[in-house]
């Protein structure tokens, strides 16, 4: 009753009142679903350090409030209620007391605060004190609003079939073969040529080769896929920085600078294919959208999508978009809405978030959030390795073969040094000598003392040194690293 005199609206409130020892578990299962969570007993339940750090992390990752009744270490923004007024009093002590009103006092958490006699909504309104740029951070919830309140504008570069194009690429399997990389004797990804022979994902491999008898049959392999992929993130980092890489196939990066740079998005996108296709010959599609759900689901169909035009694109497709992540699987989710007659993401984002928090669950409330497209976050931009190669130039250039050598011991030194102190270690090594006819690879182990040692000497051949003459003194030598791991 007192909830419902105050303003609130029953039928969105939900209510744990004796939730005990649970109440980091139910806390957390609030914040999947509900944007303002408001938690009393923290210390009577004898919430610790690392559960309060949780839930802090979740509710920045939901885009959700914490507010928290009582004392919470770590809170963004502190609000106290110190010397009430009561309204109603005369000047002389007659008439009859009608309603409090509270004195607030705000503050960065953990910092002084400073009392102020003014209502709680012009105390927000001022930010509290505390600097603008925190003060849509609350008590470990962060608001991810900007002036329209839709989420930011996001392009992401795809390339179709990514396992069966890094696994055909590395079994030399030729381009107009039909391929296909099955996991668990079921096909994971396919290539174009064997989807026109009707083969399709989750077929069994007997029933795949039956449909196309020259389907050849690849194996999963993750960290080859990642390592010929980084190519293709290197070709767009050199036109657009701030890239994260989903998954190997598929990377997004905030569409504002390259949009802005080359002058729309049509532009850019224009720009990045053909800087892909011209550096590594990988096809790739390019979607704009907002949000990075929308933004992949619009890669894979080759379009941009009008600003604040995702719900509208994303409404009649169907909710089977929502199982294609590798990392998550929601079969039973989508299995459930359909026979629910729940058959597009317009139809179940259009139920309310509290019915769908009760009935399925927390990550059914993440995907009823990517179906309204309502975004979880924007992209993560990921930092470019450091370039680790040494180099030294020769001056005079060197006539003789130790001499070069000796050259080199210092280089390997330098470069074993900058591996150690970033707790690195190297298994491949190459040699390169401006002038010489030919590069020479060899694996390594590098001792503590920064001496190298190898299976073969990384030392200029005899063949270098019979065709010195044509090619010159040696006047610059490198040595890059070519593979490190840690």
């Given at each position: 009753m007192a909830a419902a005199e105050?303003?609130?609206r029953l039928e969105r409130l939900a209510l744990v009142p004796h939730p005990k020892r649970e109440l980091v578990a139910v806390a957390a299962a609030l914040l999947d679903g509900i944007d303002l969570v408001t938690v009393a007993g923290a210390e009577r339940a004898g919430m610790r350090a690392a559960d309060r750090q949780r839930l802090m992390a979740r509710a920045r990752q939901r885009g959700a409030v914490l507010l928290v009744l009582g004392s919470w270490?770590?809170?963004d923004l502190e609000l106290s209620c110190s010397c009430p007024r009561w309204q109603g009093l005369g000047g002389e002590g007659t008439g009859r007391l009608c309603a409090p009103g509270p004195g607030t006092a705000a503050g960065p958490g953990g910092g002084a605060c400073r009392a102020q006699h003014r209502d709680a909504a012009a105390r927000a309104r001022r930010g509290g004190g505390a600097r603008r740029g925190?003060?849509?951070?609350i008590a470990g919830g962060r608001v991810n609003a900007g002036a329209s309140g839709s989420p930011a504008r996001v392009l992401a570069l795809w390339s179709p079939d990514w396992p069966v194009t890094a696994a055909a690429q590395a079994e030399r399997v030729p381009a107009h073969r039909p391929a296909a990389v099955v996991v668990a004797n079921r096909v994971l990804a396919y290539s174009a040529t064997a989807r026109a022979q009707g083969v399709r994902r989750g077929l069994r491999r007997r029933e795949a080769q039956a449909r196309c008898p020259e389907l050849a049959v690849l194996t999963p392999d993750a960290g080859r896929d990642a390592r010929l992929f980084e190519p293709v993130v290197a070709a767009v980092e050199e036109l657009a920085t701030g890239v994260e890489v989903i998954r190997p196939g598929l990377v997004a990066l905030l569409a504002r600078g390259p949009v802005g740079y080359f002058g729309g998005e049509q532009r850019a996108a224009e720009r990045l294919v053909d800087q892909v296709a011209a550096r590594t010959a990988v096809e790739c599609q390019v979607g704009v959208a907002d949000g990075l759900f929308a933004a992949v689901l619009a890669a894979r169909r080759g379009v941009s999508v009008e600003p604040g035009g995702t719900p509208a694109f994303?409404?009649?497709?169907?909710?089977?978009e929502l199982d294609r992540e590798p990392e998550v699987d929601r079969s039973e989710l989508v299995g459930l809405l359909r026979r629910l007659g729940l058959r597009s993401l317009g139809a179940f984002g259009s139920l309310p978030a509290s019915d769908v928090a009760s009935r399925f669950g927390a990550d059914a409330v993440l995907a009823h959030r990517l179906a309204r497209g309502l975004d979880p976050r924007p992209p993560v931009r990921r930092r470019p390795p450091e370039e680790l190669a040494v180099e030294v130039e020769l001056d005079p250039p060197v006539?003789?073969?130790?001499a070069a050598a000796f050259a080199a011991r210092g280089l390997a030194e330098q470069l074993h040094r900058a591996l150690a102190g970033r707790g690195l270690s190297c298994t491949r090594l190459g040699v390169v000598a401006a002038g010489a006819p030919?590069?020479?690879?060899g694996a390594v182990a590098v001792r503590s003392d920064g001496g190298v040692v190898g299976d073969r000497d990384l030392r200029l051949n005899a063949?270098?040194?019979?065709?010195r003459r044509s090619s010159g003194a040696v006047p610059q030598r490198r040595l890059p690293e070519c593979i490190h791991r840690p």
């Open positions: 105050a303003g609130v270490p770590g809170a925190r003060a849509d951070r994303l409404a009649p497709l169907g909710v089977e006539e003789r073969v130790d030919r590069r020479r690879d063949r270098y040194r019979t065709t």
